[in-house]
């Protein structure tokens, strides 16, 4: 069974602050540099974490990348994803690549342009998050003319990238911090994909980031769409984290979806994720929580899932699902979960017990 190298968003770190507490819930870290917060969670996490993402250029440039790498291979740890990072700019506000003023759409590509340079130089991915490319109200856009813009800014990265040797991934959400995210689901994401190779532009290296949160919240299963993008070959990195379904809640892995979890774990590993280099990402905002431990929670409870997923039992998985028989591909999913035999056995025992006192 393969292990998967695993990486942590850097922004877990953070205040993390929301708009009813603008200070951020962990205000001891809002005086830290990039570096000095580089340095305390390698120092913490380095024996069960392998990589920090950032994003560019607001956590990593050009000017603090060496330093920062510095710290990091200091405890045998890498940069393996760099994101866009243009949202929380109030230049921004009304989108980047998006942005009705050219001249910031130009400046937007400019600076997702010099994002790839970075990554192709260290080595990083690049990630796409359109989370601002949209609208917060009916009668804002001209949406054939912002999808054009967002098609084309994408086209013109991904291109750079071809260059450069750096894969993009491009991560979808329905929502945050525009309340009408264009590319708010995995069929408008797969679309973009298509336009680009429209285009003329080579997407062999162009995938998908699954954002599961960024899923859940559109009611689209883990699994299913691991394996849909697995078979098209877009299947690229992997943002883990989850949540109540309805916003972005960035909690600990197997908190609330644990058998999407678990499915998505059996997935992978069927696909062979990893193979080609593939991580698992966590992307966690932990609000009220000591954010060591819970980016540790995290990796332990995956991890502990992907070790059930290894042991069911794919022919007798198989078989069920070859059937469509949902019991049966319950029964082997369970049957690794500790419902065997024996406790079959114990339960009808007990009811049994139970019915012989009631009498």
């Known amino acids: 069974m393969r292990t998967l190298r695993n990486s942590v968003g850097i922004w877990a770190f953070g205040p993390n602050v929301t708009r009813f507490v603008p200070a951020g ?31 560019y250029p607001g956590e990593l440039d050009e000017d603090s990348a060496g330093p920062i790498l510095d710290v990091l291979r200091e405890h045998g740890m890498s940069i393996p994803i760099l994101a866009s990072g243009l949202h929380p700019d109030p230049t921004y506000a009304l989108g980047s690549l998006v942005n009705p003023d050219p001249s910031l759409r130009r400046r937007a590509l400019e600076v997702n342009l010099r994002a790839v340079d ?17 609208y917060n109200y009916p009668f804002q856009r001209d949406y054939a003319r912002a999808w054009e813009w967002l098609v084309e800014g994408i086209a013109r990265i991904t291109a750079h990238a071809a260059g450069r040797g ?26 973009v994909i298509e336009k680009v190779r429209q285009r003329g532009v080579d997407v062999s290296n162009l995938l998908v980031n699954m954002d599961w949160q960024h899923l ?19 299947l690229g990195h ?3 984290n989850d949540g ?28 062979d994720y990893g193979a080609n280099g593939e991580l698992l990402g966590y992307d966690l905002y932990p609000y009220t929580e000591d954010q060591v431990q819970a980016v540790r929670r995290a990796v332990l409870q995956w991890e502990f899932i992907w070790d059930l997923a290894a042991r069911i039992d ?5 078989e069920a699902r070859g059937r469509a028989d949902a019991l049966g591909g319950q029964r082997a999913v369970y049957r690794a979960l500790g419902l065997d035999e024996d406790f079959e056995a114990e339960v009808v025992r007990r009811r049994s017990a139970h019915r012989a006192v009631q009498r």
């Open 25 to 55: 819930y962990h205000p001891e870290a809002a005086g830290e540099s990039m570096l000095e917060r580089t340095r305390r969670v390698a120092a913490a996490l380095h024996d069960l974490v392998d990589g920090l993402e950032y994003h």
């Open 118 to 134: 970075l990554a192709a130089s260290i080595g990083a991915g690049f990630v796409i998050w359109p989370g601002a490319e949209g």
């Open 166 to 191: 750096v894969k993009v991934y491009l991560e979808h959400k329905n929502s945050e911090p525009a309340m009408k995210v264009l590319m708010r689901n995995l069929g408008m994401t797969l679309y």
């Open 216 to 234: 859940l919240m559109n009611g689209e299963n883990l699994a299913e769409y691991a394996a849909l993008l697995a078979a098209e070959g877009r």
């Open 238 to 240: 992997q943002h883990a």
């Open 244 to 271: 109540w379904g309805v916003f972005d809640d960035d909690n600990v892995v197997g908190t609330n979806f644990f058998m999407q979890a678990l499915e998505l774990a059996v997935v992978l590993q069927d696909v």
């Open 314 to 318: 794919r022919r007798a998985l198989e």
